[in-house]
């Protein structure tokens, strides 16, 4: 087990707009043992409810979702269970998660170690950047 992996499983939903994208996560995802994805909702609104209903402790997000709630990043964090929350740029090849550090996601194992709850090695952000600007 590497440094700031959560031992426990990951129960991921995916919540996306663009099916292309994220059809190769959940295939991604699919082949990996730790990893489960327990469900998929395509309304940004419904997503609270999804992970409630779902028990989901990991929530990967296409960022930014039309119509999604402002808050969306808290209402979901506030969810009992909901641990971490990846978020997605179609146009970028980085991800947010829980809005303290980036990963590049142009490569897979980035994607699944952020998910996992792995800290990245090395610099991951823009320039200038703290690496965890939610750290205390």
Do not use: K, W
């Amino acid at each position: 087990m590497t440094a700031g992996h959560d031992p426990a499983p990951c129960r991921v939903l995916l919540v996306y707009q663009t099916a292309l994208l994220f059809q190769g996560i959940r295939t991604l995802l699919t082949d990996t043992p730790d990893i489960q994805v327990v469900g998929v909702e395509r309304e940004a609104c419904h997503a609270a409810e999804a992970v409630r209903q779902l028990y989901a402790n990991v929530v990967v997000l296409e960022d930014p979702l039309a119509g999604a709630p402002t808050d969306l990043l808290a209402t979901l964090l506030a969810v009992p269970g909901a641990r971490r929350i990846v978020t997605l740029g179609c146009a970028s090849t980085r991800a947010q998660v829980d809005e303290r550090y980036a990963v590049r996601v142009d490569d897979p194992a980035a994607l699944v170690a952020a998910i996992r709850g792995e800290r990245p090695a090395g610099p991951v952000g823009p320039p200038g950047v703290p690496q965890d600007r939610g750290a205390s």
